[in-house]
């Protein structure tokens, strides 16, 4: 079901390209941060762009664990960097369909998992997960983490965990699920485990190893990182800049109306949240979506990139797969169809506009 639907959207994309006459292939693999992935494969790191304002762009920014990948793949394969970057997220893909099924199956049955899996497929930017881009890769590390602290497999999240921090800075959010629930356990239990402990030891290491190698490099010590992603004009800010930015779309209709559709965009993210909260989600699940969700909505940056930041957020999308697993499944299969067809017009519409930067 999963690779149909994404194939749906390849589909759409294609034809679409065709009539632009713009390559998919290229659209797809050699754009925007594709780009930076494949030139730490190929060059490594070190290679910076300096803008007109002064402002600095390093490829440090960028966490390791896909252009590592992307260079194996290329090593033992004719496939260029690029076509070894979709190779990864076309199977981290599946990977992460799996593991979201293997999460929402065991808290709330089959039917739910399956209908979770339906709707991370149909994003709007869905797109994405089919691009040399590392959300793909990133949400099949963080989903089989959090299915391994389900089922109380503490080395194996930990493990997964630190993988998932050298592949994108939201790999916090991961460590934090595997903390805050351990230490609610131990509370609980008025003991440690062993296999617990080590757990908790190695989740950090991926993301803490890579930022500390920053600093060394950079001279900045601790605060290496958060300079590198100072010169991309990234950094926390509470979502100051965001609101910002929405309130100046108020100064003229067409910004008004997408204004107000970026307001109705934040409150369905929230409001999802506060249904998983009310459902009563594992722990683990709440803070882990709770940090990419403050992380992608509350950071400063290039505006049009939360959409695709929210992407590893699939527990947001468990209450609507619990109502439609309530559905027939004719019933079920039609909505998801529909906005199936919708999503893979507006992917390749997306992609052949302003994009995932």
Request: hydrophobic share 55%.
């Amino acid at each position: 079901m999963y690779a149909g639907v994404r194939a749906l959207g390849l589909a759409v994309l294609a034809v679409w390209g065709a009539v632009a006459g713009k390559s998919p292939h290229t659209l797809l693999s050699a754009r925007w941060d594709s780009l930076w992935y494949t030139r730490v494969a190929e060059h490594g790191y070190g290679w910076e762009v300096t803008l007109p304002d002064g402002s600095v762009h390093s490829n440090l920014a960028f966490f390791p664990l896909l252009p590592w990948l992307e260079r194996l793949v290329s090593a033992v394969s004719p496939l260029s960097y690029a076509d070894a970057g979709l190779v990864v997220s076309w199977l981290a893909s599946l990977c992460a369909a799996a593991g979201i099924f293997a999460v929402a199956d065991h808290v709330y049955g089959r039917r739910a998992g399956v209908c979770a899996v339906a709707l991370w497929a149909v994003l709007p930017v869905g797109i994405v997960q089919s691009m040399a881009y590392s959300e793909s890769l990133f949400t099949a590390l963080a989903a089989w983490s959090l299915y391994a602290v389900l089922r109380e497999r503490w080395v194996t999240a930990g493990l997964l965990a630190s993988f998932a921090g050298l592949t994108r800075p939201v790999g916090a959010a991961v460590v934090a699920a595997i903390w805050v629930t351990a230490a609610v356990r131990m509370h609980r239990d008025r003991r440690a485990d062993p296999r617990m402990l080590l757990g908790v030891v190695l989740a950090p290491l991926g993301a803490a190893g890579y930022v500390l190698w920053v600093g060394h490099r950079t001279g900045g010590g601790l605060f290496g990182y958060l300079d590198v992603q100072a010169g991309w004009g990234n950094g926390f800010d509470f979502g100051y800049a965001f609101v910002r930015f929405i309130g100046e779309k108020f100064t003229s209709l067409p910004g008004a109306l997408a204004g107000l559709g970026l307001i109705v965009g934040v409150a369905l993210v929230i409001w999802l949240y506060v249904l998983g909260v009310r459902q009563k989600q594992p722990l683990s699940l709440l803070v882990y979506c709770g940090i990419v969700v403050a992380l992608a909505l509350c950071a400063a940056g290039y505006f049009g990139s939360k959409p695709r930041l929210l992407l590893p957020a699939f527990p947001l999308l468990l209450p609507l797969a619990v109502a439609l697993a309530r559905l027939r499944t004719s019933r079920s299969a039609l909505v998801l169809g529909g906005v199936a067809v919708v999503s893979a017009v507006y992917g390749a519409f997306w992609l052949h506009g302003s994009g995932p930067p």
